[in-house]
């Protein structure tokens, strides 16, 4: 099993920045990709960025340039730097690894 925590959720003002992290724990040796999904209100989970140890980073179209993952892989710990938010960046964040592995999620929340 591996569990997640999140932090680093928060309210912003658009144009702000917001750095989430997510913490690994348990098997974390199993863990090959972790990623960030969000939810807004009434809508469908949709994906965020994610990363691939030693490989490559994939992102939505809607953050491209402004969200960068990062992550630690000796802290087994993933960051996500979120840079000139919009109110629609407003959601619960959640991390995942494996697509198998999830957090319970972040609260951001940006007004106009």
């Known amino acids: 099993q591996v569990q997640l925590v999140e932090s680093g959720g928060g309210l912003v003002q658009a144009g702000g920045s917001l750095r989430l992290s997510c913490a690994a724990s348990g098997r974390t040796f199993s863990i090959y990709d972790m990623g960030w999904f969000r939810q807004a209100p009434g809508k469908e989970r949709e994906f965020v960025a994610s990363?691939?140890?030693?490989?490559?980073?994939s992102y939505a179209d809607s953050v491209k340039g402004r969200f960068t993952i990062s992550g630690d892989r000796a802290k087994n710990t993933v960051y996500l730097q979120m840079n000139s938010l919009k109110p629609e960046d407003t959601a619960v964040y959640y991390c995942?690894?494996?697509?198998?592995?999830w957090g319970h999620g972040t609260q951001v929340t940006v007004s106009s």
């Open positions: 995942a690894a494996n697509y198998n592995y």
């Open positions: 990363i691939r140890w030693r490989s490559s980073t």
